[in-house]
């Protein structure tokens, strides 16, 4: 009887020591450990884009949204003419970042916040000639949507070719100019706080 305790003595104890020797306490908290990786791969397959565009059309990047930042993913939007007027580029742009991801885009974990019901038109009187109107307040949109909206512009014929957009809402507002920066694409939810009235 008494070797029999002794053996149960000396197992548990050695237990005891294998379970101390690797390091991790226990605890009665629960201990967040953070969100899982994320599996998205951000990167459209290559020749997924379709073939180059034939007369009348042209490749443009357009932002997207992936790991909860935004990222060029190339587009072939349909242009009249070579030299298409800033409105014209704009709400071809704006069309294309309303439509639903591709299944190649949508397997690389793409998605875009830009509503289905926003729609840009040209400057009011007394806005500067670059002026891009819409029919919500910039304010009003969604953030990431809104910087969507920015970082595709940008450069563009749509912003003139400037490295700021102008964007204003359908009241009498002045319109804002809106930068995109490194600091957009990674942190898109600030863009709201980017703008600057222009008087």
């Given at each position: 009887m008494r070797?029999?305790?002794?053996?149960?003595?000396?197992?548990?104890?050695?237990?005891?020591?294998?379970?101390?020797?690797?390091?991790?306490?226990?605890?009665?908290?629960?201990?967040?450990?953070?969100?899982?990786?994320?599996?998205?791969?951000?990167?459209?397959?290559?020749?997924?884009?379709?073939?180059?565009?034939?007369?009348?059309?042209?490749?443009?990047?357009?932002?997207?949204?992936?790991?909860?930042?935004?990222?060029?993913?190339?587009?072939?939007?349909?242009?009249?003419?070579?030299?298409?007027?800033?409105?014209?580029?704009?709400?071809?742009?704006?069309?294309?970042?309303?439509?639903?991801?591709?299944?190649?885009?949508?397997?690389?974990?793409?998605?875009?916040?830009?509503?289905?019901?926003?729609?840009?038109?040209?400057?009011?009187?007394?806005?500067?000639?670059?002026?891009?109107?819409?029919?919500?307040?910039?304010?009003?949109?969604?953030?990431?949507?809104?910087?969507?909206?920015v970082c595709?512009?940008?450069?563009?014929?749509?912003?003139?070719?400037?490295?700021?957009?102008?964007?204003?809402?359908?009241?009498?507002?002045?319109?804002?100019?809106?930068?995109c920066s490194?600091?957009?694409?990674?942190?898109?939810?600030?863009?709201?706080?980017?703008?600057?009235?222009?008087?």
């Open positions: 070797r029999t305790t002794a053996l149960r003595t000396a197992a548990l104890a050695a237990g005891l020591t294998v379970l101390t020797g690797c390091g991790i306490r226990g605890t009665a908290v629960p201990v967040d450990a953070g969100s899982a990786p994320s599996r998205a791969a951000c990167v459209v397959r290559p020749g997924a884009q379709g073939t180059p565009p034939a007369s009348g059309f042209a490749t443009q990047s357009v932002h997207l949204v992936c790991s909860s930042q935004l990222l060029p993913v190339t587009r072939t939007l349909a242009l009249p003419g070579d030299s298409a007027d800033a409105l014209t580029v704009a709400r071809a742009l704006l069309a294309e970042l309303q439509r639903q991801p591709s299944p190649a885009e949508e397997e690389a974990g793409f998605t875009t916040d830009v509503p289905r019901q926003l729609a840009v038109d040209g400057p009011h009187k007394g806005d500067p000639a670059e002026t891009l109107r819409l029919n919500r307040a910039p304010d009003e949109l969604p953030p990431v949507g809104l910087a969507q909206l595709t512009y940008v450069g563009t014929a749509a912003a003139d070719g400037r490295q700021v957009v102008l964007l204003g809402g359908p009241g009498g507002e002045a319109p804002k100019s809106y930068p490194d600091d957009t694409r990674t942190h898109p939810e600030t863009v709201q706080s980017t703008g600057t009235s222009v008087s």
